[in-house]
């Protein structure tokens, strides 16, 4: 915010101060407060971004659990987490490590029309990933992987009915993304996700469910494509939404 008043400075005295990135809305807000401009309220475009900061905002009127973790907090020291919950930053899109585990009861039938209350994601997977990498075992859903410019997706087929052109429907409209067979990253990536994901599942008696993971992993390009960019960006950061 100092960096734009200090560029204005000495200018003529502007209309309007805006910006077309996310993450620079709270900036834009206080830079238009500052110059007596019509903007945002600041509070509102930080309470927006920082997740934490919306949820204890709204904990009055939606007490839904929540818990801020720091780089090196211990995750077991959580009490009372319900089950399911959902694991994001706290700030951002970009994706780390993700195993969407979920698969579909039924073989999917796109006939039926509309998918999303038969699909393992409901809507946006993969909105903005900028990094890291994410495997779908079920239904990625509809609209999936819109706005992507970076990182890897890797997809469930031959599976459930998914086909290739199944999941092509479901990629966002305009999303800058292709469907590709596996190349040799792939092969790790999947080998990695599922090993590790596995061991989770070994870890709550499912050993049965770990060892069908890790044959998924053995027999990779029978079971899986990937989604990515056409253009990866080198520098994350300066991705807009």
């Known amino acids: 915010m100092c960096a734009v008043v200090a560029a204005l400075a ?14 620079l809305q709270t900036q834009t807000a206080l830079a238009a407060r500052y110059l007596g401009l019509l903007g ?18 709204l904990a009055p009127l939606d007490p839904v659990f929540s818990a801020e973790l720091a780089p090196k907090d211990d995750p077991t020291r959580l009490e009372n987490v319900p089950f399911p919950c959902v694991v994001k930053p706290r700030e951002g899109v970009a994706s780390e490590d993700v195993v969407l585990a979920g698969e579909p009861e ?21 909105e903005y990933m900028t990094s890291g990498r994410a495997i779908v075992l079920g239904d990625i859903g509809p609209w999936a992987c819109a706005g992507m410019t970076g990182g890897r997706v890797y997809v469930r087929f031959n599976a459930f ?8 429907r479901r990629l966002g409209e305009g ?7 596996l190349d040799a990253e792939a092969w790790v990536d999947i080998d990695d996700l599922l090993s590790g ?23 990779a390009t029978s079971n899986f494509l ?4 056409h253009k990866v960006q ?5 991705s807009t939404e």
Not at 106 to 126: E, I, L, T
Not at 161 to 168: E, S, T, V, W
Not at 175 to 181: C, I, N, R, S, Y
Not at 234 to 238: E, F, G, I, M, T
């Open 161 to 168: 009915g998914i086909d290739p052109d199944a999941i092509q």
């Open 175 to 181: 999303a800058k993304v292709e469907l590709k067979d």
């Open 40 to 57: 945002k309220d600041w509070p509102a475009t930080l309470r927006a971004k920082n997740k934490a900061l919306m949820r204890r905002h």
């Open 106 to 126: 039924q073989p999917v039938d796109d006939s039926q029309g509309c998918v999303v209350d038969r699909a393992n994601a409901k809507g946006f997977a993969f």
């Open 10 to 23: 000495g200018r003529p005295e502007p209309d309007a101060v805006f910006s077309n990135s996310d993450h």
């Open 226 to 229: 990937m989604v990515v960019p």
């Open 234 to 238: 080198a520098d994350p950061s300066v």
């Open 197 to 219: 994901y596995a061991e989770e599942l070994r870890a709550t008696g499912q050993d049965g469910e770990a060892e069908r993971m890790l044959g998924l992993a053995e027999d």
